[in-house]
């Protein structure tokens, strides 16, 4: 896939798993967020309470039915086992997951993600094959236990600024008000888990901040 299919994909970019999802089931969460036009989706499922088994392929397989019938693509966090196995359009993995050159060498030509921190992170993942890199958390976050220190937009520009011009996302406690500076700062698009799955409406929430996300990359 080509640098500028991949910077329209992450222009809204929904991470989800059942966790994220308290107010609403996560297939009528996802299904009002492809509504409201998300651009990609990111099965994570993580923490104490996460579906295992049978019960994840399930909901994978519901959340990936639902992105073709959109033709968004579906991609897995971490597990490269899962994504292969139900042929998904990706994976995202962190810097402590499985080495993203193997990673690259599983998947093919699948999307690969990989999260950093650090220009060396980035150009390492970049060398590995990564076509993306998600960068954050940009601010405080609630959704991730185990998150970084926060960075600030201005780990964007230091990117930029350093010669790193793959196609970037930036995530971590990133809303509505906020989506713009993400823009402004170097990112293509903002990953988002909370401002969507916890909004009182997610169709609109979507609909507002794709907007916003894309007047600003205009105005760039
Ligand atoms: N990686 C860095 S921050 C984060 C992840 C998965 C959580 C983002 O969730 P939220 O609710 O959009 O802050
Ligand atoms: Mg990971």
């Known amino acids: 896939m080509n640098q500028d299919q991949i910077r329209h994909y992450l222009q809204m970019y929904l991470v989800v798993g059942s966790v994220n999802c308290k107010a609403s089931d996560p297939i009528t969460i996802v299904k009002a967020a492809l509504s409201g036009g998300v651009t990609l989706v990111q099965f994570r499922e993580k923490g104490a309470d996460a579906l295992q088994g049978a019960d994840l392929l399930r909901l994978a397989l519901q959340i990936q039915a639902l992105c073709r019938a959109e033709g968004v693509p579906f991609i897995i966090n971490d597990d490269v086992d899962l994504a292969l196995e139900i042929d998904a359009d990706g994976v995202h993995i962190g810097q ?125």
Do not use: F, W
Not at 134 to 160: F, M, N, W
Not at 170 to 192: F, L, N, P, S
Not at 195 to 206: G, L, M, P, Q, S
């Open 96 to 220: 402590d997951d499985e080495n993203a050159a193997e990673v690259r060498d599983r998947i093919g030509d699948r999307i690969l993600g990989v999260s950093a921190h650090t220009v060396s992170e980035a150009r390492l993942a970049v060398q590995h094959g990564a076509d993306y890199l998600g960068i954050g958390p940009i601010y405080p976050t609630h959704s991730k236990d185990d998150a970084h220190e926060v960075q600030g937009t201005a780990i964007l520009c230091e990117l930029r600024e350093n010669g790193i011009h793959v196609p970037l996302v930036g995530i971590g406690g990133i809303t509505e008000e906020r989506a713009a500076e993400v823009i402004k700062a170097g990112a293509d698009g903002v990953a988002v888990i909370s401002a969507i799955t916890e909004a009182k409406d997610v169709h609109e929430t979507v609909v507002r901040m794709k907007s916003k996300v894309g007047n600003t990359l205009r105005e760039r």
